[in-house]
């Protein structure tokens, strides 16, 4: 049930998709590590966003080996990437945030290049889509604008301020704290999670549907036949939609990052 | 037949909790590229950004500096052609203004010069005259002596009657 995926792309069988859904994003270990004894299965994800990881990190090694006053191609277009960070940060925190460009900019390039694995052939599965990025990525966001926070306002003020925002009647706190708290220290990063988890989760669905369609319907004359056509004229839309979503999210998750930090770094 | 398969996705749903092995992996994968880009590309990154801001910055600083060079020189020949202008002008006024006087000296010399002529000719003449009338007197007076004694047939004593002749003339004098 979990090769579904494996099944489809290298034509198979799809009865089991209709069964269960995850066997489009689940795949059996294809071997196990073993560190500190827990046992860890290494299926495709894992191998997918390892790839994709090595990549960024070569590229970006590569693209500054020799950096030039005059960029060449490589090294002008990692500029351009991290330019794209740098705009974020200077428009929503500003200049004292610029020492947060390199772990936003991994924010940003390492989703990018995830969730790129959803239309990226041979791969056809976003890790992003699997529920264990986004947490993790929403987890770092989150450690690192409370620890902004924390270091900018000290302890008592980041929490008190967050609990307790000035300028506003002392009756309402019975309201506002809980929402609050809530909102800040637990709606942010789960807001984080879901958006980038749904939008990838999604797409991957809309993404197999796309390419499935014409694998089904075409060999059925006459009305499957045209809606198979439908599906590949249908395909390059979707694949370009996709693409859209991909830098989309990447963008949104890094953004919003920044709009924490800076929240952090000022008192309410 | 389809009916039972979608009730049991629907009852199943997408899997929500993560995968363990995903997690870790997937969190090792984040750590070790954040690492990677933060400790090792960017600061070649920013370096290279420096470098470019340096040079830039240099160039135009570079620009600014030889921009105030060339309006300097230029406020400079602009101060220097003012001078020559005014120097040609003072050197026209004085050479004007030397003429000017030249002319007047020359012309003052030469009234002076036509007033002492003048002068000149003047006590010429006048000295003439008298000459000429104190050797007209005499003339007269010895000729009246003689055409006296010639007609009176007698010596007169010359000096005698020298009073005599002396009062006539006077009188001969007045009547001119």
Redesign the interface.
């Known amino acids: 049930m979990t090769n579904i995926l494996a099944a489809a792309e290298w034509g198979g069988e799809f009865?089991d998709v209709?069964?269960?859904?995850?066997a489009l994003?689940?795949f059996a270990?294809l071997f196990t590590v073993d560190?500190f004894g827990?046992e860890?299965?290494?299926?495709r994800?894992?191998l997918i966003?390892?790839f994709m990881?090595a990549l960024?990190?070569v590229i970006?090694?590569l693209a500054?080996r020799q950096?030039?006053?005059v960029?060449g191609k490589l090294?002008a277009i990692?500029?351009g990437i991290?330019d794209i960070v740098r705009t974020i940060v200077l428009e929503i925190i500003g200049p004292k945030g610029l020492r947060f460009?390199?772990?936003l900019?991994?924010f940003f390039?390492?989703i990018f290049v995830l969730n790129l694995a959803k239309i990226t052939p041979f791969m056809m599965l976003p890790?992003t889509g699997?529920?264990?990025?986004p947490?993790?990525?929403a987890v770092?966001s989150w450690l690192i604008f409370v620890g902004v926070g924390i270091k900018e306002q000290g302890f008592f003020g980041y929490f008190g301020g967050i609990a307790f925002p000035s300028g506003v009647p002392k009756v309402l706190y019975v309201i506002l704290t809980p929402i609050e708290i809530v909102s800040t220290l637990i709606l942010r990063p789960f807001t984080l999670a879901v958006r980038l988890f749904a939008n990838m989760?999604a797409g991957h669905i809309l993404v197999v549907i796309t390419m499935v369609i014409p694998w089904v319907f075409l060999p059925s004359m006459p009305v499957g036949w045209l809606l198979g056509v439908f599906g590949i004229v249908l395909g390059p839309v979707v694949f370009g939609f996709e693409l859209f979503i991909i830098g989309l999210q990447a963008y949104i998750f890094t953004m919003l990052t920044a709009v924490y930090i800076d929240s952090s770094m000022e008192a309410h | 037949m389809l009916i039972t398969p979608i009730l049991a996705a629907e009852a199943e749903g997408l899997q929500l909790l993560p995968d363990p092995s995903e997690l870790v992996m997937g969190l090792v994968a984040f750590i070790l590229l954040a690492l990677i880009l933060v400790k090792l590309a960017f600061p070649r990154i920013n370096a290279a950004l420096e470098e470019r801001q340096a040079a830039i910055q240099g160039k135009i600083e570079d620009a600014d500096a030889k921009l105030a060079e060339a309006e300097e020189a230029k406020r400079n020949f602009e101060a220097n052609l003012d001078d020559a202008r005014g120097e040609a002008t003072r050197i026209i006024e004085e050479a004007k203004a030397s003429a000017e006087s030249l002319r007047a000296d020359i012309l003052a010399k030469a009234e002076a010069e036509a007033a002492q002529m003048i002068e000149r000719a003047q006590a010429d003449v006048a000295a003439e005259r008298q000459r000429v009338l104190q050797e007209l007197r005499t003339q007269v007076g010895s000729l009246s002596v003689e055409l006296a004694s010639r007609i009176v047939e007698r010596e007169l004593d010359e000096s005698t009657h020298q009073g005599l002749v002396d009062e006539y003339i006077e009188r001969l004098s007045s009547q001119n």
């Open positions: 009865d209709f069964v269960d859904i995850n994003f689940e270990p560190i827990f860890l299965g290494i299926n994800t894992i966003a390892w990881s960024v990190a970006f090694l500054f950096p030039q006053v960029p090294q990692v500029e991290v460009v390199p772990i900019t991994t390039v390492a890790p699997r529920v264990a990025w947490l993790f990525l770092i989760a």
